[in-house]
């Protein structure tokens, strides 16, 4: 039997452990976001790929203090995330959205590397004070304290 192609690992994983299919609150990544997401900032997304396809699939979003307020607090959901962040806005925080790595890629450094790569490339553009994440699981919020010490910007969580 052949291998599963990456892309369809990833969406086992995504659907594993974001449950998105399920939960109408959560960003929907569909061409329309993804078209949105790039005029926002070209590093809004980023991934590691081979012939097969994905082996990390990273998506971040700049927003304002006001909208990461608004999302920690429980206010809005994170589709309204991105419905409330217009492209050419200045951004002083990045929402760590989602983070998808494929088993044999983990505990490599890269899905960090990449992450830091985009922090990086959208802080070239804009006053980034905060990094703020609703994370899933451990190894989620363990990325996230990463990112935040690595990059020197403050974190800020989501609890639920």
Known sequence: M??????????AIIDEVFSTRNDPSQLQVDEEVMKKLAAIHP???????DEKGPLIWVLLIPTSIQVMEE???GKISEREILEKTQPGQNYDCIYLCSVSTLKEMREKGETKKLCLDQIKSICKDHPVKYLYVWAFSDAGERLAESLSAASGIELKKRIE
């Open 2 to 11: 052949n291998p599963q192609p990456n892309y369809q690992k990833m969406f």
């Open 43 to 49: 590093a809004t997304m980023g991934e590691v790929a």
């Open 71 to 73: 999302f920690i607090s």
